[in-house]
């Protein structure tokens, strides 16, 4: 068979089959046609390989044992209700699905099905692309991005490590100071005594627990964890986030305002980034009230539209200049004299990745505002 009689079309019936066979044998993705019922009728080699099977051990089977539970058990009910209703769920779309393997392990693939009639006989034919290479690759990213956000937690941490130790050492002096009261109280007895020791008692575990709860905020704040999104209240993320980011900031000088809206849906978002977000955010307020005279900033969470919520932090800062603006969410983009210039685009990242929007904006009355918009999403959805 010569390529002229290819272009031709003079091909015979017999050059046709050998054709077929030639064109399904060598296709990089698995083929498989199956009847009415689901009985397997071809399976090419690519097929072969990526189930581990013969056409031997498949050919009249139903392809069913392709599949892992629940959809081996729900597949031949799919079949059937698309005889009955004529619904395309995917015949002519194609999605990804999980198969199975011989050896039972399974393994991610796009599946497009088409359908035609051959002989009088209805045929449906699957075309299977193996996405192994791809879901590793993504995982590999996830996991890579995993440690490069906790890496910038615990550089955020270790820079305020002198911080944090005056912070731990407010309740932990004023305990020690309650106690030795409480001691010189009872030694000196009085009917009194009692209920000033009491008093005492009562102060000290409340700055115990002031203490505990700094520690217990920092330790989740940079424990190493997959990243895991659920139905949270934004509010009291964002006030957990303003207790961290003020570790260390009481000697300076700055007022802090929160307007926090009272009217917000839980939204679905990791916390521990969202709050990795904020903190960054505000230590660059930080850094940029450090020469201005009026030193303010302002955090407000709102409901601009019925499908996101808004958080945004303002300072009064001297603003960034124009020419800058557009490269602050870029890698490695900085104007300070130390930094990699990877928090905002960190920032960036994590917001884009709960499908949200981050940028940012003068005020007219002076300083930066930075604000990010997530999506509103029902729980039942979640």
């Given at each position: 068979m010569s390529s002229q009689d290819l272009v031709a079309g003079s091909l015979s019936r017999a050059d046709h089959e050998v054709l077929f066979h030639t064109v399904i044998n060598t296709a990089v993705d698995g083929i498989i046609v199956i009847d009415e019922a689901g009985g397997m009728l071809l399976f090419n080699r690519a097929a072969e390989i990526l189930f581990g099977y013969t056409p031997e051990e498949v050919l009249g089977r139903n392809i069913s044992m392709l599949m892992p539970e629940p959809y081996r058990l729900h597949?031949?009910?799919y079949i059937q209700r698309y005889m009955a209703t004529g619904?395309?769920?995917i015949i002519g779309i194609g999605r990804e699905v999980t198969a199975q393997r011989k050896d039972g392990s399974t393994f991610p693939m796009y599946?497009?099905?088409g359908e035609d009639h051959v002989g009088g006989v209805r045929v449906f034919l699957g075309i299977l692309h193996d996405l192994t290479d791809r879901t590793s690759r993504e995982r590999d990213f996830q996991e890579l991005q995993n440690e490069l956000l906790h890496a910038l937690r615990l550089t955020a941490m270790g820079q305020l490590t002198s911080a944090l130790a005056h912070e731990l050492n407010q309740p932990l002096t004023a305990v020690m100071n309650y106690l030795n009261a409480a001691r010189r109280t009872l030694d000196g007895g009085g009917e009194q005594a009692i209920g000033r020791v009491r008093e005492f008692m009562d102060k000290a575990v409340s700055q115990t627990q002031r203490a505990g709860q700094i520690i217990r905020r920092l330790r989740n704040f940079i424990e190493k964890r997959d990243s895991d999104r659920l139905p949270e209240d934004l509010n009291s993320c964002v006030e957990e986030a303003i207790a961290l980011g003020l570790v260390g900031a009481t000697d300076r000088d700055v007022k802090i305002t929160t307007e926090l809206a009272d009217d917000l849906p839980p939204v679905v978002i990791d916390r521990i980034q969202l709050q990795q977000v904020m903190i960054n955010l505000m230590r660059n307020a930080f850094e940029a009230l450090e020469n201005a005279d009026v030193r303010q900033i302002v955090i407000r969470t709102q409901r601009p539209a019925p499908d996101f919520v808004q958080v945004s932090v303002a300072d009064s800062g001297p603003g960034i200049p124009p020419e800058i603006m557009p490269n602050l969410f870029i890698p490695f983009s900085t104007t300070?004299?130390?930094?990699?210039g990877m928090g905002l685009t960190i920032c960036k990242a994590i917001v884009?990745?709960?499908n949200g929007r981050i940028w940012?904006?003068?005020?007219?009355e002076g300083g930066a505002e930075f604000a990010f918009r997530l999506p509103?999403?029902?729980v039942t959805e979640a």
């Open positions: 597949h031949n009910g619904e395309k769920r599946l497009s099905v300070k004299s130390k930094g990699l884009e990745a709960h940012v904006a003068a005020r007219r509103v999403v029902e």
